[in-house]
């Protein structure tokens, strides 16, 4: 939720200004920095105050913005599950948090939260098809952006994400 709050609010500043953005989700950093990354707008920091994270975001001139970008390459749940059924090789990249994870998620999906992604692409192949997949296809479309500019030849963004799989699913 602090991303829909985050894009509501920043309209309202000036360009320069800076806003604060209270989370208590600790994926919630990663997710901040990389909508800060993709819109062109600038990640101040965050600070731990207690439980609560206070992310500091400033808002980018129209000339330093650039529109959202989303990756182009996208798959439905019914064909993801068609490929999970038809047992066809497929890597699922999970890149929801540990906790999210672990409540469930599609069999065989290798976890690696947003906010990790960067310092883990060497556990990824370069020339296998990856099906990157989050809660509502936020998270996963900003990590497929990541993975394609890294590189990585057939990536897919799975949406709307695990709230509505209803395929198999291991874990809690």
Not at 4 to 22: D, H
Not at 40 to 48: I, M
Not at 103 to 109: D, E, L, S, V, W
Not at 119 to 130: A, G, N, P, T, V
């Amino acid at each position: 939720m602090p991303i829909v709050k985050t894009k509501k609010a920043i309209t309202n500043l000036e360009a320069g200004q800076v806003m604060e953005v209270q989370a208590t989700d600790k994926g919630s950093t990663a997710d901040i920095k990389a909508w800060a990354e993709s819109t062109g707008h600038q990640y101040l920091g965050t600070v731990e105050d207690g439980d609560v994270l206070k992310h500091y975001l400033r808002k980018a001139s129209e000339a330093e913005t650039k529109g959202e970008t989303k990756h182009e390459d996208v798959v439905d749940l019914d064909e993801l599950r068609n490929k999970v059924e038809g047992e066809e090789s497929i890597s699922i990249l999970d890149v929801r948090e540990p906790a999210e994870y672990a409540f469930g998620h599609i069999p065989g999906a290798v976890n690696i939260p947003l906010g990790e992604l960067e310092e883990r692409f060497e556990e990824l192949s370069k020339d296998q098809d990856i099906h990157v997949i989050c809660r509502t296809g936020s998270r996963s479309d900003l990590a497929a952006q990541k993975l394609t500019e890294k590189g990585f030849k057939s990536v897919k963004n799975v949406v709307p994400g695990m709230k509505n799989w209803e395929g198999p699913t291991e874990g809690n």
